[in-house]
């Protein structure tokens, strides 16, 4: 890293950190490519509106993700590392900037901007909630669904024609920014304008704040059930976590397990070498003697497997499987 700072801007009422997270929020992420200058440019402006919106609520606002990306006109960052893959790793500082603000201020909506090179392309396009993590709670996957439908409508609006991001194979990537929020119980939706396409980048501006539309109206009209949403979801996941008897899935869709282990248990060496990134996604851990045990009876059990177990397909360390209790 090259020393740049990663400014998070805080649009609020709210008097503490802490009430943030008590309270309701969106959280916009903007150009974690540094070469996808749309979605910085559409979050300062956005920054600037809602400052005088007292309905927008709370907002926080990440307008330069990848600060050392956008001064090196480079996609990657400094360390030559795409910051959208290590959401699940957090091996770089930009990934686990965002994760301690998902982790500190609980925003119950995130969004994420990004610009793609299809040369000649015209559309915007929105991740498909189809293809979210098979460990991600349904009602999460609803509200991810119905997102979608706001921001299509504020984009139609402006007169944007709209698409759905493609996916290039079938396993839905926890590393990648919608499927870490979605995995931590926030609704996600991704955002993408054409970079080499037809629009100019005035209309690839004017696209993503119409995308940004799309979400206050949905939580003007929307934030208690949505609140109430992710807030069953973390409870269902703690319920999930102790009782182990729900299909887990380390690779989804097609590497699962319907028994999976109720925790894991790390040597205090092999727990010390990852416990800031533990932290980070908000796992906690409990010491026993020289070995710490990580219970799956918290909200953040979607990601406990992915993280510990040998099956998953990045795991930050193996842990030995805990039982389940017996019936």
């Known amino acids: 890293m090259q020393d740049r700072p990663i400014r998070l801007i805080t649009v609020t009422d709210a008097d503490v950190q802490a009430e943030i997270a008590d309270g309701s929020s969106v959280l916009f992420v903007c150009t974690q490519h540094g070469t996808e200058p749309a979605g ?12 005088a919106d007292e309905s927008a609520g709370t907002v926080l606002i990440m307008p330069t993700a990848n600060p050392d990306g956008v001064a090196d006109v480079d996609r990657l960052n400094a360390d030559g590392m795409d910051m ?50 098979l460990n991600v709670d349904p009602r999460i996957q609803a509200l991810a669904a119905r997102t979608n439908r706001y921001a299509e409508s504020t984009l139609a609006a402006g007169d944007f024609d709209t698409g759905l991001y493609p996916s290039s194979g079938p396993h839905a990537d926890e590393g990648v920014m919608r499927q870490q929020a979605a995995l931590r119980h926030s609704p996600s939706l991704l955002v993408e304008t054409p970079r080499r396409g037809t ?10 704040r119409a995308a940004m539309n799309g979400v206050f109206d949905m939580m003007r009209e929307r934030r208690r ?19 182990g008897d729900d299909r887990y899935y380390y690779r989804s869709p097609t ?14 060496d092999a727990y010390r070498t990852v416990q800031r990134r533990f932290e980070l996604h908000d796992v906690k851990a409990a010491a026993s003697g020289d070995s710490w045990t990580i219970r799956s009876a918290q909200p953040a059990q979607p990601m406990i497997g992915l993280l510990l177990d040998e099956r998953a397909p990045h795991p930050l360390a193996v842990g030995a499987p805990v039982a389940c209790p017996s019936g």
């Open 40 to 51: 910085r440019e559409a979050c300062l402006a956005v920054a600037r509106d809602v400052a």
């Open 84 to 133: 959208n893959r290590d959401h699940a790793i957090l091996e770089t500082p930009e990934a686990a900037a965002i994760a301690r603000v998902i982790r500190d201020y609980k925003p119950d909506v995130l969004s994420d901007f990004h610009e793609y090179q299809e040369p000649g392309a015209s559309k915007v396009l929105l991740s498909n909630p189809d293809r979210l993590h």
């Open 199 to 208: 629009l100019s980048p005035v209309e690839r501006v004017a696209a993503q």
């Open 225 to 243: 059930e949505i609140a109430a949403a992710t807030a069953a979801a973390a409870r269902a996941a703690v319920d999930e976590g102790r009782d």
């Open 255 to 268: 590497d699962y397990s319907d028994a999976p282990p109720c925790g894991y248990t790390l040597s205090d």
